[in-house]
Nanobody, 128 residues
Framework: QVRLVESGGGSVEAGGALTLSCEYPGDPYRRACMGWFRRQAPGTEREGVAVIYTGDGDEYYGDSVKGRFILSQDYGKSTVYLQMNNLKSEDTAMYYC????????????????????WGQGTQVTVSS
């Protein structure tokens, strides 16, 4: 089973920035829907944050992060990045990278059950 490799979490003050990265091991030119979900408290649903289709750069963002978070990718390394700007206390969560070998679909990109591969999670803590 493939495990995505995440890095970049940490603690920051409100208004600060962090960048997460996620590598999908194997084919460096893999075309997949990749991105992040977050869980803000144990036992709660994973919330879709942002995803990108590595084949053409098509992106989707959750309403709570639009205008603050920015996706990018290094296509030759099968790695995507999430630049998180103007962080707020409500962004505090465990962030999980997710991927699936398909297009990202506008109607279902935020449904966690549609992703096959996951990372171990990285904690982001924003203090106010």
């Amino acid at each position: 089973q493939v495990r995505l490799v995440e890095s970049g979490g940490g603690s920051v003050e409100a208004g600060g920035a962090l960048t997460l990265s996620c590598e999908y091991p194997g084919d460096p030119y893999r075309r997949a829907c990749m991105g992040w979900f977050r869980r803000q408290a144990p036992g709660t649903e994973r919330e879709g944050v942002a995803v990108i289709y590595t084949g053409d750069g098509d992106e989707y963002y959750g309403d709570s992060v639009k205008g603050r978070f920015i996706l990018s990718q290094d296509y030759g390394k099968s790695t995507v990045y999430l630049q998180m700007n103007n962080l707020k206390s409500e962004d505090t969560a465990m962030y999980y990278c997710a991927a699936d070998d398909r297009l990202c679909y506008g109607g279902s990109w935020s449904r966690s059950e549609t992703y096959t591969y996951w990372g171990q999670g990285t904690q982001v803590t924003v203090s106010s």
